[in-house]
């Protein structure tokens, strides 16, 4: 065990061997990479070859933690890293909860997956003894329910799972990952990754304690931290309402999407925001390990079609998404229908543009609704069949959609591709970039395709926040390169510790460097975060580029920039050619890439990206982990 916030080793799981074995932890890696986000980087870049199936059992899925996972550090979480089955590109993807403090308790700083288990699989670890349990009779149940039958079925009530739904198994494009019922690491088919390795869940056991460098000092730079969170009024709005309440002030100011992007305000928003919820849902708190927001608002819905049903908060996504950009309203059908996602592990958010995209290729006559469904905007229960169809693969149709948005449009055609949205093949959230341009920026630069966790734009454009104390012009292409570049480089870095963007709100960059300094023994500046950032954008460049991602990629989908908006504040308004144009070429030069978008010889160098180190995972020692246990 190190003194020094980490573990020390990661655990390395092959399921086509049935083996596992630990492997030290490279003080380079640590060093230059630091944890979470870092670490996948650069172990996708080492592990994966160029060209691999993300679907195959060459790629492998990993779960990484930071040096402050596990800690008295407010609102820390973990990752998954792997090629993502939607985007053939690199994908993390976040998720709170309790099982990545687990994962830190037996003993380790990240799990490697590897390979292909021959049947049906739940990975079970406990401290050093690693099982390959049979997964045959959960195989087929949905996400939730298989994280209680794991647990029975290994007589480990305390352990902390991770699971897939249908959707895993049957490899859609975008399953999710169940993180302990109600956190998941939703986004880009990681999912599909767990599925086709046939890996229905991992189960985590542990009774190590993470020890720090300085006890004292970080337990008092923690106590600063958490004052941050308290004083800050964005992180009390998360705990009075989740981030239901940016549904009324998205539509106010112009960004919430309304029937597939059509247009970016919505007469009836206010009965999906915070109000609307707490009329028909019983609420109460929540909070994942260790953190003071209690962001999560637990409840069942009291009224309706669905009442008694036990539901999380419709946060802001799953309200814009599967709410006003599909013109249903009752919060009610709409807690619902994201239940349903939960269930099968789909990701609310894809599935939304998913289902959008289907209701306008029905109103457009491309696509043709099977007999007697309703596939129109504002159908529930066309929204609730597509939702079965896709999870199950169970018909034509749910084939189709299960893809993505982008295969699906390139299949159907007809001209399609125009309101099909996505950039690199993820699907579009739900903050609308017509108006402001850096958010359109935001989506055409993310490293995973279109997210506005890479740099939220908004804030500065709509939001009013200052950007080096100087305000923000909402139209002007001018500075929005500079701003969003920082920003991309920061939360990077915050996301290599592994933070929670929550957290972030509060939290200050020295606040977030003395927690770092007092567990790790290092002596950083607050810089340090944008200059480990910078480094880990320009890596995960480095893997996407060879994946054949290039400047082309870069563009935003038609519709945003061939369609003026019809209403609203920003009635009128789109992002041309010309304007992503002017943006790029900016944001390229900030970065030291050239006009293909790829990094230049001397920013590498000064990033210490040489490939003069490589991270192996090895063979397995003598003795091998424990046999798996016959079938």
Known sequence: MTADGYMGRFLVADLTRTEAWSVPLPAWLREGFVGGKGFGARLLCDLVPSGADPLGPENVIMF?????TATAAPSMRACVVTKSPLTGIYLDSFFGGRFGPEIKYAGYDGLIVTGRAAHPTVLAIQDDQVLFHPAGSIWGTDALTANARVKAELDAPEARVV??????????????????????????????????????????????????????????????????ITASDACSALTDSG????????????????????????????????????????LGKAACHGCPIRCSQMGAVRTGRYAHMITDIVEYESAALMGSNLDIHDVRAVAHLVKLCDRYGLDSMSTGVVIAFAFEAVEKKVLSPPAGVTLAFGSVDGAEYLIRAIARQEDELGRLLGQGVKRAAVQLGKGSEAYALHVKGLEVP????????????????????????????????????????????TYSLVQKAEILKDR???????????????????????????MFN???????APSFFNEVGERIWNQVRLFNLDEGLDARDDRLPRRFVDEPLPSGPHKGRRISDEDMDVLLTDYYRLRGWDSDGRPRTAKLAALGLQPSRRFEVGAPPRPLSPPTRDR
Not at 450 to 461: I, K, L, S, T
Not at 490 to 513: E, I, N, P, Q, R
Not at 518 to 524: F, I, K, L
Request: glycine share 14%; hydrophobic share 40%; net charge positive.
């Open 64 to 68: 990484m933690t930071g040096p402050l």
């Open 518 to 524: 007092a567990a790790t023994g290092r002596d950083v």
């Open 243 to 282: 981030t239901s309440n940016a549904v009324p002030w998205s539509n106010t100011v112009g960004t919430l999407p309304f029937r597939n992007h059509f247009d970016q305000v919505d007469a009836k928003a206010d009965r999906l925001g915070d109000e609307g919820q707490k009329k028909h849902l019983f």
């Open 430 to 473: 739900g903050w609308a970039p017509r108006g402001p341009p850096g958010m359109g920026l935001a989506y055409m630069t993310a490293d995973r395709g279109a997210c506005h966790q890479r740099g939220f734009m908004v804030a500065y454009e709509v939001g009013g926040e200052k950007f080096q104390g100087r305000p923000v012009d």
């Open 163 to 228: 699971t897939i739904g249908q959707a895993g198994e049957n490899q859609v494009g975008f399953a999710l990952i169940s993180c302990e019922y109600n956190r998941q690491a939703g986004r880009g088919g990681a999912g599909a990754v767990m599925g086709a390795k046939n890996l229905k869940a991992i189960a985590v056991t542990g009774r190590r304690l993470v020890r720090v460098h300085d006890p004292v000092a970080f337990d008092a730079a923690c106590r600063r931290a958490a004052a941050d």
């Open 488 to 514: 991309q480089d920061y939360l990077a870095g915050l996301d290599a510790l592994v933070k929670c963007d929550f957290g972030a709100f509060g939290v200050t960059s020295a606040h977030y460097a003395e």
